[in-house]
């Protein structure tokens, strides 16, 4: 059973300072998804990773997906009040000819002015 | 640009009752998936469909049912509404098997 573990689940942090949130997943998997939900908001996708070393960056968020360890980051530069919001990682899981996306737990980032 | 629209938003439910949430999208995507949203336990699969007249169980299928008769529509029945499926349901799309997700606003239902 493919599980996705997020941590922290939850990260105050000051203005102007770096983070890095942390997403394992248990079984093998190519592709990974970032996305970011605003409170009573739905779900928007911030990330796509499609292979081992995969970076990719927009803004002050920069995401990474090392397969082999079954890892990807999420790091956050000199965090902005605008940034506060949830993040979620997935990953996709095939059988039987199907994929579903299996979600983290989710990490409520609240960035403090 | 509609992308995936949900139906209700919102919606208070007697125990007991049949309820549907309606997901319809113009994306043309074949793929289509119900999630259920809970604090604390992030996004769990209810049921999924690959393409028009499939559809498989997620993680929490129990008292959910869907069906999937074109490729716009993925309907979301809850035969017999009971506390415990107060939650906000999420339903989402993608192009292809795999690829990006894109997800709707959002049906907050609360049974009581």
């Known amino acids: 059973e493919l599980k996705v573990e997020q941590n922290p689940l939850f990260l105050s942090m000051q203005e102007g300072k770096n983070y890095t949130i942390y997403c394992n997943y248990s079984?093998?998997?190519?592709?990974l998804y970032w996305y970011r939900q605003d409170p009573g908001k739905s779900l928007e996708s911030l990330f796509v990773l499609l292979s081992n070393g995969a970076v990719k960056q927009e803004g002050r968020l920069m995401a990474s997906l090392d397969t082999k360890a079954r890892l990807s980051t999420l790091h956050i530069t000199a965090a902005v009040h605008d940034l506060s919001a949830t993040y979620f990682c997935?990953?996709?899981?095939?059988?039987?000819?199907?994929?579903?996306?299996?979600f983290g737990t989710g990490t409520r980032l609240k960035v403090l002015a | 640009i509609a992308g995936i629209t949900q139906a209700p938003t919102s919606q208070i439910l007697a125990a007991g009752r049949r309820m549907t949430l309606r997901c319809t999208q113009d994306?043309?995507?074949?793929?289509m998936y119900w999630y259920r949203q809970d604090l604390g336990l992030g996004l769990r699969l209810i049921h999924y469909s690959n393409t028009a007249g499939t559809t498989g169980k997620g993680e929490v299928p129990d008292g959910y049912s869907v069906s999937r008769a074109n490729t716009d529509d993925f309907p979301l029945t809850l035969a017999s509404a009971v506390p415990s499926q107060t939650s906000v349901y999420f339903c989402?799309?993608?192009?292809?098997?795999?690829?990006?997700?894109?997800f709707g606003q959002g049906t907050r239902l609360t049974v009581v």
């Open positions: 079984t093998t998997s190519d592709r």
């Open positions: 994306m043309r995507h074949n793929a």
């Open positions: 989402a799309s993608s192009a292809l098997m795999g690829g990006e997700a894109f």
């Open positions: 997935a990953v996709d899981m095939a059988t039987s000819g199907t994929y579903k996306y299996i």
